[in-house]
């Protein structure tokens, strides 16, 4: 079944720092693949998502994800971290069904001065 | 609404009661969302709603847990005789179209759920 896995539970970086998420995902064909992020207080928002194309997908808030096939990966990434992007980020498949979104577990990430 | 309203945020009830979350989504959804999240297990996948009807009810862990919607918009997920493992943050979410990939999911955020 279609799933991914987020090796990382807890990562923290230095503000200014650059950031890569891993996403490892399992499954036959081209997947729909998301990021999406929960920060403290506020509900899940999509980050960027990726369907076809070109596999090097622009997000908001300066985040980018490259979809490499040959390593059944999707990996986040941000030049230079802010102190506001602290959260819990969440990388997604689509189900089987087509309908709903399988989620990892999450990757906490904390940012230090 | 702006957003996808859930109620109550905070909900404490003893095991063995019954309990009945509220998900409004934003006006003019048709696909609804249910989703579990507990503590380092990430969010799972509970029922999916396009319009009134659950064409993916596969997530319901057990025959404790139901969910329906009415008028195409609001969505009541019950869960009967509580248990302390149901203990969780149950999260709606809501999308402009059929499909999860075809727009994207709205969350709110979150009934707490804790069952003593």
């Known amino acids: 079944a279609q799933s991914v896995t987020q090796p990382d539970i807890h990562i923290t970086v230095s503000e200014g720092a650059s950031l890569e998420l891993r996403c490892n995902y399992s499954?036959?064909?081209?997947?729909?693949l998301f990021w999406y992020v929960q920060s403290p207080g506020q509900g899940l928002q999509l980050l960027l998502k990726?369907?076809?194309?070109?596999?090097l997908v622009q997000g908001i808030k300066g985040f980018e994800a490259e979809f490499k096939r040959s390593q059944s990966s999707f990996n986040l990434r941000k030049p230079s971290v802010h102190w506001s992007d602290a959260a819990e980020y969440f990388c997604?498949?689509?189900?089987?069904?087509?309908?709903?979104?399988?989620f990892g577990k999450g990757t906490s990430l904390l940012v230090t001065p | 609404g702006a957003g996808v309203s859930q109620s109550p945020s905070n909900k404490v009830t003893e095991k063995g009661k019954d309990v009945e979350l509220r998900c409004d989504p934003i006006?003019?959804?048709?696909?609804l969302y249910w989703y579990r999240q507990s503590l380092g297990q990430g969010l799972e996948f509970l029922i999916y709603?396009?319009?009134?009807?659950?064409?993916?009810k596969s997530g319901l862990p057990s025959d404790r847990f139901s969910a329906e919607r009415t008028g195409g918009s609001v969505s009541t997920l019950t869960i009967q005789r509580t248990q302390q493992e149901d203990s969780a943050v149950y999260l709606c979410?809501?999308?402009?179209?059929?499909?999860?990939?075809?727009?994207?999911?709205?969350f709110g955020n979150g009934t707490r759920l804790t069952v003593t």
């Open positions: 709603f396009q319009g009134n009807s659950a064409p993916d």
């Open positions: 499954y036959g064909a081209t997947p729909y």
């Open positions: 006006s003019g959804h048709t696909a």
């Open positions: 979410a809501s999308s402009g179209q059929g499909s999860s990939y075809n727009s994207p999911l709205h």
């Open positions: 997604a498949v689509v189900s089987p069904s087509g309908y709903a979104l399988n």
């Open positions: 990726y369907f076809s194309g070109d596999t």
